[in-house]
């Protein structure tokens, strides 16, 4: 028999939820959406249940993001909708998450990326270990970062979240909790006991039980080049400043511009615009709503094809982005993606 890729507990008075596709890395499926779905929905209207948590089966990661093998199917069949229908379920969710009445705790062991960032840094109480490594890589595969990360980025200190988002970066428990994407650290060691406390305990005495000092942060430091380099509105004025900069030997600063290379220029300036509008335009159901509808423009973009098909599916990490240079990216199709409001498709 086939396990099933979510698993769903009642350990006394909390509802478990386990992404069960360690294989995967717990990557998300449509299916997976429905289910946690229609489990929260139950478990929201069961006074037994009194708090929610989330974690991933194995030990390398909460969630790699979505199932970006499904997701290129349903393009290649010619039927966008449903991948369009696969972002709206997602975007739905996370919002009634990060909205629940009760308490809810989700563990960021591991690698949090993409549609794991969604299910879980929006929660209520925000746990992340010595493993946990987190990010928001979509601009590798000619995507944006969505699921409301635009915003969780935008939020992020100084210039912080747009180093990360343009140059797909990753940071650990110590920025997460500076950064605003985490509220506590926990040995991973002791996750097992977190977890059986919340079966009887309420949330907020168990994680201030539990939470030890983080780790220190590794990019919130380095603020000094990041906040001068990332004011700039264009990437190419980024990209500038990074190569000015990177002549004086600092080798971070080179290797961000190396990186922010190797990205889809039409990725690119339409991060930096998600995150400069979640900024004047702050929280989830306003950030989900860009996301949706620049989503779905992007989705039958030529470059979120080349995209998986470079860094998924032949791994040659060559993709062939058009068009290939920043200079070339026209701003009025960029500001044309970002012209209808999705609220009222996404929310009713």
């Known amino acids: 028999m086939t396990a099933s890729p979510v698993l769903f507990d009642q350990r006394g008075h909390l509802g478990l939820i386990t992404l069960n596709r360690p294989r995967q890395l717990n990557a998300l499926s449509f299916e997976m959406l429905q289910l946690i779905d229609a489990q929260v929905d139950a478990w929201l209207a069961d006074p037994n249940i009194r708090q929610l948590a989330l974690t991933g089966a194995g030990e390398r990661a909460l969630c790699a993001g979505g199932d970006i093998a499904e997701s290129r199917l349903a393009l290649e069949a010619g039927n966008p909708q449903l991948f369009y229908d696969f972002l709206a379920l997602e975007y739905r969710l996370d919002v009634k998450l990060n909205e629940l009445p009760k308490p809810y705790v989700t563990l960021l062991d591991g690698i949090t990326f993409g549609g794991g960032i969604g299910l879980s ?29 635009s915003w969780r980025l935008a939020e992020m200190p100084g210039e912080v979240g747009m180093h990360v988002a343009l140059t797909a970066g990753t940071f650990g428990a110590g920025d997460a909790l500076a950064g605003g ?9 002791r996750l097992g006991e977190l977890l059986a406390a919340l079966e009887t305990e309420a949330a907020d005495e168990v994680v201030a039980r539990f939470a030890e000092p983080a780790p220190e942060a590794e990019l919130l430091p380095q603020r000094d080049w990041i906040d001068v380099v990332y004011r700039h ?25 190396a990186s922010i290379r190797q990205m889809s220029p039409t990725s690119l300036e339409v991060t930096a615009r998600l995150l400069r509008d979640a900024r004047a335009e702050p929280g989830l159901r306003a950030a989900v709503a860009r996301e949706y509808r620049v989503g779905m423009h992007l ?34 199709e960029i500001s044309r993606m970002f012209e209808t409001d999705a609220t009222a498709a996404l929310f009713g």
């Open 299 to 332: 989705a039958t973009a030529p470059d979120f094809a080349e995209g998986v098909r470079a860094r998924v599916v032949d791994k040659d990490n060559n993709p062939q982005w058009r068009p290939a240079r920043l200079e070339d990216v026209d701003p009025a």
């Open 181 to 189: 994407f985490a509220d506590a650290f926990v040995p991973s060691a």
């Open 233 to 257: 509105e264009r990437v190419a004025d980024i990209l500038a400043e990074l190569d000015a900069l990177s002549t004086a030997g600092q080798a971070a600063v080179g290797e961000a511009a």
């Open 121 to 149: 840094a929006h929660a209520s109480h925000r746990i992340v270990t010595e493993r946990s490594r987190l990010g928001m890589p979509e601009v590798r595969i000619g995507f944006l970062p969505d699921v409301g990360g």
